[in-house]
Every structure is written in structure tokens, then in C-alpha cells.
């Protein structure tokens, strides 16, 4: 069974950054790929971000192309989000997913493992 616990998340203005850690424990953490997906008040869970085991491969959604960065520590069972020009309507909590495999996927269904959550909010 795959733990991932998500810390990072907070209160930063627009235009500011921040940077998102999920640590995973209870698996080979380099056989998993890692996304992060995020939540808006009211709206369904959506796909952010993706890296590959290796962390050779990256997909991002359209909404933060450019301004997040995906990337993992498989040496001590990391992965990061990087949030650079912060906008309001990327106030959402987000969550770290793991799945069994080398593909990518944005669909929700394809991750087997979620961490709880971490908060945050872009104030304008």
C-alpha cells in the first residue's frame, strides 16, 4: 500500500510562488507514475501535472503550461510541483496521485493511490 502525504500548500499573492512536496512511502516509488491533480471550490478534480517514473517525461495541463514544474527524487521518494506566477483561479487544493505503471494519464480513475490534500490559495 502506497502513503503519500503533500505539504507545500498556503496563502501567496498573486503573481507569487510556490512550491508543493508529496513523499511517498510503501512502494518502489520509481516504478510509479506521479501526477498532481487539483480541486477548485465546487468543481471537479482535474488533472495539473505528470512525470513518468524516470522523470524523463512530463505532461501538463493546458491552464498551467509555462508557469508549473513537474519534477521527482526517486532517492528519497519525492515529487514536486513547482507554481511560479500564481494566478486566483489557481486557489484549489491539490493532491498528489500515484499509479502502477510508465504511462502518463490525466483521467482520475487512472491513479490507484491519493494523497490528502494540501491547501492553496492566491489571493489578488
Known amino acids: 500500500q502506497v502513503q503519500l502525504v503533500e505539504s507545500g500548500g498556503g496563502l501567496v499573492q498573486a503573481g507569487g510562488s510556490l512550491r508543493l512536496s508529496c513523499a511517498a512511502s510503501?512502494?518502489?516509488?520509481?516504478?510509479?507514475?506521479m501526477a498532481w491533480f487539483r480541486q477548485a471550490q465546487g468543481k471537479e478534480r482535474e488533472f495539473a501535472a505528470g512525470?513518468?517514473?524516470?522523470?524523463?517525461?512530463?505532461y501538463f495541463a493546458e491552464s498551467v503550461k509555462g508557469r508549473f514544474t513537474i519534477s521527482r527524487d526517486n532517492a528519497n521518494n519525492t515529487v514536486y510541483l513547482q507554481m511560479n506566477s500564481l494566478k486566483p483561479e489557481d486557489s484549489a487544493v491539490f493532491y498528489c496521485?500515484?499509479?502502477?505503471?510508465?504511462?502518463?494519464?490525466?483521467?482520475?480513475?487512472?491513479?490507484?493511490?491519493w494523497g490528502q490534500g494540501t491547501q492553496v490559495t492566491v489571493s489578488s
Open positions: 496521485a500515484a499509479r502502477n505503471g510508465i504511462g502518463i494519464y490525466t483521467e482520475r480513475s487512472s491513479y490507484n493511490f
Open positions: 510503501g512502494g518502489t516509488f520509481s516504478s510509479f507514475a
Open positions: 512525470i513518468s517514473g524516470t522523470g524523463l517525461r512530463t
